[in-house]
C-alpha cells in the first residue's frame, strides 16, 4: 500500500468515490481511497437509488440538480451504465400545509431551472395509477428526476478514480489520525501508516468516529431503514415514477418487473444495526391501504435494511474543518448522499483546490450547530 499520500479520502461509498474521481481528473496526485469493506457495501448498496431536486433548500436544490446533469452523462464521463431511469418524482400531498409548502418549494425550483409543477389529484393518478385519491389534495412532479443503481454509480466513479491514477484501497480500516499542532500528518490504519497533510471523511455513518480520531465534532447519528422488494406486477407501467405519499413517506419505484417500497419508522432509533425486522410492517401495510392499496395484494419477495446519516437538522456537512488544518468533510446527507453524490465530489474537490465551488456550501458546515443556525430541509422522506 501507499505510504504517502497528497490525500486520503475516508470511505468508498458514492461520496467517497465521487470525491476520488474529481481529485484525480483534476490532476490531483497520490489520491487515495480507504474503505474498511467493499466499495458501496455500507450505506450506498442500500439506497434507494433515487435521484431528484425537488428540494425546498436552495442548496439542496442546486446539488441535486447538478448531479442529475452528471447521471444524465454518466455513460460518457466516468463511461459506465447505471440503469438511470428518468421516470419523475411525484409527491403525494393530503394536507393544506404540505400543498402550500411544495408549492413555494416549486417556485423556488423553478427560479433556479428545474421544471417541477404543481398538479391536480386526477393528473397524479394517471402518471402513478396505483395509487388511490382518497383525501389527496395535491401533488408536485419534475420530470427529470427518477432512480438509478447505487452500486453502478460507484463503480463508475471507482474505475473513473483509478484511470486518473486514484489508489483505491479495500479491506483497510482507519484506526486512527494523527496530527501536529493544528495539522493532519498521517492515517493509521490496520494495513499500515499513510501520511498525508489531508483527509477527506466520507465516511457516511461512521463519520463521527472518524471525526473524533482528529477532534472534529461532526454530528451525525445512524438511523435504520429498511426497504421491501414485491413479486412481479402486471402492467406495471414502464413509466411509473417514483411516487411518495408525503404524509406517511410511503413511496416505490419499480424494480424490474416489481417494485420497491419503504416508508419511515418512528419507532427508530439510533444504532448500527442493520438486521431486518418486521415491526415495521404494520405500519407500512396502513400506508399501504390508505393511499395505495392495490400494493397489498402484492407478495414480499426480499429486502433489506440500512443506514440514514442523520443530522439534526436533516441537513447534509459539507466544508472543512477550522480547528485542523486540512480535514475536510462531506457527511450528514439523512438520505440524500446518494443522489447529490457527483455534484458534491465537485464541491470538495474545489475545496481541496482553494477554488469557488459552483454553489456555496458555507452555511452547510458543521459549525452551524454550534451557531445556533441549523439549515432545515423540508423535503425529507
Same mark, same amino acid.
Not at 481528473?25 to 425537488?54: I, K, M, N, Y
Not at 410492517?281 to 391501504?289: H, K, T
Not at 438520505?335 to 465537485?346: D, K, N, S
Given at each position: 500500500?501507499?505510504?504517502?499520500?497528497?490525500?486520503?479520502?475516508?470511505?468508498?461509498?458514492?461520496?467517497?468515490?465521487?470525491?476520488?474521481?474529481?481529485?484525480?481528473?483534476?490532476?490531483?496526485?497520490?489520491?487515495?481511497?480507504?474503505?474498511?469493506?467493499?466499495?458501496?457495501?455500507?450505506?450506498?448498496?442500500?439506497?434507494?437509488?433515487?435521484?431528484?431536486?425537488?428540494?425546498?433548500?436552495?442548496?439542496?436544490?442546486?446539488?441535486?440538480?447538478?448531479?442529475?446533469?452528471?447521471?444524465?452523462?454518466?455513460?460518457?464521463?466516468?463511461?459506465?451504465?447505471?440503469?438511470?431511469?428518468?421516470?419523475?418524482?411525484?409527491?403525494?400531498?393530503?394536507?393544506?400545509?404540505?400543498?402550500?409548502?411544495?408549492?413555494?418549494?416549486?417556485?423556488?425550483?423553478?427560479?433556479?431551472?428545474?421544471?417541477?409543477?404543481?398538479?391536480?389529484?386526477?393528473?397524479?393518478?394517471?402518471?402513478?395509477?396505483?395509487?388511490?385519491?382518497?383525501?389527496?389534495?395535491?401533488?408536485?412532479?419534475?420530470? *427529470?428526476?427518477?432512480?438509478?443503481?447505487?452500486?453502478?454509480?460507484?463503480?463508475?466513479?471507482?474505475?473513473?478514480?483509478?484511470?486518473?491514477?486514484?489508489?483505491?484501497?479495500?479491506?483497510?480500516?482507519?484506526?486512527?489520525?494523527?496530527?501536529?499542532? *493544528?495539522?493532519?500528518?498521517?492515517?493509521?490504519?490496520?494495513?499500515?501508516?499513510?501520511?498525508?497533510?489531508?483527509?477527506?471523511?466520507?465516511?457516511?455513518?461512521?463519520?463521527?468516529?472518524?471525526?473524533?480520531?482528529?477532534?472534529?465534532?461532526?454530528?451525525?447519528?445512524?438511523?435504520?431503514?429498511?426497504?421491501?422488494?414485491?413479486?412481479?406486477?402486471?402492467?406495471?407501467?414502464?413509466?411509473?415514477?417514483?411516487?411518495?405519499?408525503?404524509?406517511?413517506?410511503?413511496?416505490?419505484?419499480?424494480?424490474?418487473?416489481?417494485?420497491?417500497?419503504?416508508?419511515?419508522?418512528? *419507532?427508530?432509533?439510533?444504532?448500527?444495526?442493520?438486521?431486518?425486522?418486521?415491526? !415495521?410492517?404494520?405500519?407500512?401495510?396502513?400506508?399501504?391501504?390508505?393511499?395505495?392499496?392495490?400494493?397489498?395484494?402484492?407478495?414480499?419477495?426480499?429486502? !433489506?435494511?440500512?443506514?440514514?446519516?442523520?443530522?439534526?437538522?436533516?441537513?447534509?456537512?459539507?466544508?472543512?474543518?477550522?480547528?485542523?488544518?486540512?480535514?475536510?468533510?462531506?457527511?450528514?446527507?439523512?438520505?440524500?448522499?446518494?443522489?447529490?453524490?457527483?455534484?458534491?465530489?465537485?464541491?470538495?474537490?474545489?475545496?481541496?483546490?482553494?477554488?469557488?465551488?459552483?454553489?456555496?456550501?458555507?452555511?452547510?458546515?458543521?459549525?452551524?450547530?454550534?451557531?445556533?443556525?441549523?439549515?432545515?430541509?423540508?423535503?425529507?422522506?
Amino acid at each position: 500500500m501507499n505510504r504517502t499520500a497528497r490525500v486520503v479520502v475516508v470511505g468508498g461509498g458514492v461520496i467517497g468515490t465521487s470525491i476520488a474521481y474529481h481529485l484525480a481528473r483534476a490532476g490531483v496526485p497520490d489520491v487515495v481511497l480507504v474503505e474498511r469493506d467493499e466499495l458501496a457495501s455500507g450505506s450506498t448498496s442500500r439506497a434507494a437509488g433515487g435521484v431528484r431536486a425537488q428540494f425546498s433548500d436552495e442548496l439542496n436544490i442546486q446539488l441535486g440538480a447538478r448531479s442529475l446533469e452528471a447521471f444524465a452523462r454518466f455513460a460518457e464521463e466516468p463511461g459506465h451504465d447505471i440503469g438511470l431511469h428518468r421516470v419523475g418524482y411525484l409527491f403525494l400531498l393530503s394536507a393544506p400545509d404540505e400543498v402550500e409548502a411544495f408549492r413555494a418549494g416549486v417556485r423556488l425550483q423553478n427560479a433556479l431551472g428545474v421544471p417541477s409543477r404543481m398538479i391536480d389529484p386526477a393528473e397524479a393518478r394517471r402518471l402513478s395509477p396505483l395509487i388511490s385519491t382518497e383525501g389527496l389534495l395535491a401533488a408536485a412532479f419534475s420530470p *427529470d428526476d427518477g432512480h438509478c443503481t447505487p452500486e453502478a454509480v460507484v463503480q463508475g466513479y471507482a474505475a473513473g478514480a483509478r484511470r486518473h491514477g486514484a489508489t483505491l484501497l479495500r479491506h483497510c480500516e482507519v484506526t486512527g489520525i494523527e496530527t501536529h499542532g *493544528d495539522s493532519v500528518t498521517a492515517v493509521v490504519t490496520d494495513l499500515g501508516r499513510i501520511a498525508t497533510d489531508t483527509v477527506v471523511c466520507a465516511a457516511g455513518a461512521w463519520s463521527r468516529g472518524i471525526g473524533a480520531m482528529a477532534g472534529v465534532d461532526l454530528p451525525v447519528e445512524p438511523l435504520r431503514r429498511q426497504i421491501a422488494v414485491t413479486e412481479p406486477v402486471p402492467g406495471l407501467p414502464p413509466g411509473l415514477p417514483m411516487t411518495i405519499d408525503f404524509t406517511s413517506s410511503l413511496y416505490f419505484h419499480a424494480e424490474g418487473p416489481g417494485l420497491l417500497l419503504g416508508m419511515s419508522d418512528p *419507532d427508530e432509533t439510533p444504532g448500527f444495526s442493520t438486521r431486518t425486522h418486521d415491526r !415495521w410492517i404494520p405500519r407500512l401495510y396502513e400506508a399501504m391501504r390508505h393511499r395505495a392499496p392495490a400494493l397489498l395484494d402484492l407478495r414480499r419477495t426480499g429486502g !433489506w435494511a440500512g443506514l440514514y446519516e442523520v443530522t439534526p437538522d436533516h441537513n447534509a456537512l459539507i466544508g472543512e474543518a477550522r480547528s485542523l488544518s486540512r480535514f475536510l468533510y462531506a457527511t450528514g446527507f439523512s438520505g440524500h448522499g446518494f443522489l447529490q453524490g457527483p455534484a458534491v465530489g465537485e464541491v470538495v474537490r474545489d475545496l481541496y483546490l482553494g477554488r469557488a465551488p459552483f454553489v456555496d456550501v458555507g452555511p452547510l458546515s458543521a459549525d452551524r450547530f454550534a451557531a445556533d443556525a441549523p439549515r432545515h430541509e423540508v423535503n425529507v422522506v
